[in-house]
């Protein structure tokens, strides 16, 4: 696609449930990464992945946490049993990683998630 | 560990006037330093990068930005603000050691232009 896509754009969940917000990179970008920004804050990095595989989960708060890449292509954040701490925008990015690091990464409009 | 400080939580300009930005950096070799703009309820938009080569960088919209590796920083400017401006501006940093490439974000700041 042309841009970075997510869905939806916005959830409201109930504290506790499950909950999976996907992410569609640009065409042909093999590095995806995923950010959580709350309310006045700037993004925080939550995971990296190059290919399939996620080279750093480093910014992942706990373990009801978790993202997959299985084909390289779309991503899928999944948190588990939810708690109103959670609520945030949940940006995906992508960039074409060459190996070469001044690559611009590129957000999409982000998914808006509400634990009440 | 790379952090970006950004000192003003808002910038008020008057439409037509320069504006300033500011941000700092912390960063264990040469940075590579991003600008993002944020409006309401959106993604982040990518304006310019420095990477390296010349200290000032040009980007999208008008906008520019001055690398100074002596005083760690990498404001964003513009000659003359519109009131369209007006929104949440984000500094990054990369650390080029870092084999993620992630970005580290500052706090950011909202600018404010009134016409």
């Known amino acids: 696609g042309a841009g970075v896509s997510q869905t939806p754009s916005n959830k409201v969940t109930e504290k506790g449930k499950y909950v999976e917000l996907r992410c569609d990179p640009i065409?042909?970008?093999?590095?995806l990464y995923w950010y959580r920004q709350s309310l006045g804050q700037g993004p925080e990095f939550l995971i990296y992945?190059?290919?399939?595989?996620?080279?750093?989960d480093s910014g992942l708060p706990n373990d009801r946490f978790f993202a997959v890449r299985p084909e390289g292509s779309v991503s899928t954040l999944k948190i588990q049993r939810t708690e109103r701490g959670d609520s945030a925008m949940y940006l995906c990015?992508?960039?074409?990683?060459?190996?070469?690091?001044?690559?611009?990464?590129?957000f999409g409009e982000g998914s808006w998630l509400t634990v009440v | 560990a790379q952090s970006v400080a950004q000192p003003e939580d808002q910038v008020n300009v008057a439409e037509g006037n320069p504006l300033t930005v500011k941000c700092t950096y912390s960063?264990?070799?040469?940075?590579?330093l991003f600008w993002y703009v944020q409006y309401p309820n959106r993604g982040l938009q990518f304006l310019l990068k420095?990477?390296?080569?010349?200290?000032l960088v040009k980007g999208s919209y008008g906008f520019e930005a001055e690398f100074n590796k002596s005083q760690t920083s990498f404001h964003l400017k513009k000659p003359s603000a519109l009131v369209s401006d007006s929104a949440l501006y984000f500094c990054?940093?990369?650390?080029?050691?870092?084999?993620?490439?992630?970005?580290?974000f500052g706090s950011g700041t909202r600018l404010l232009v009134r016409p």
């Open positions: 990015a992508s960039s074409a990683q060459t190996g070469a690091s001044g690559n611009t990464i590129y």
């Open positions: 065409s042909g970008h093999t590095a």
């Open positions: 420095y990477i390296t080569g010349d200290n």
């Open positions: 990054a940093v990369r650390d080029p050691m870092d084999s993620s490439y992630k970005l580290i």
């Open positions: 960063v264990s070799g040469n940075p590579y």
């Open positions: 992945f190059q290919g399939t595989g996620a080279a750093d």
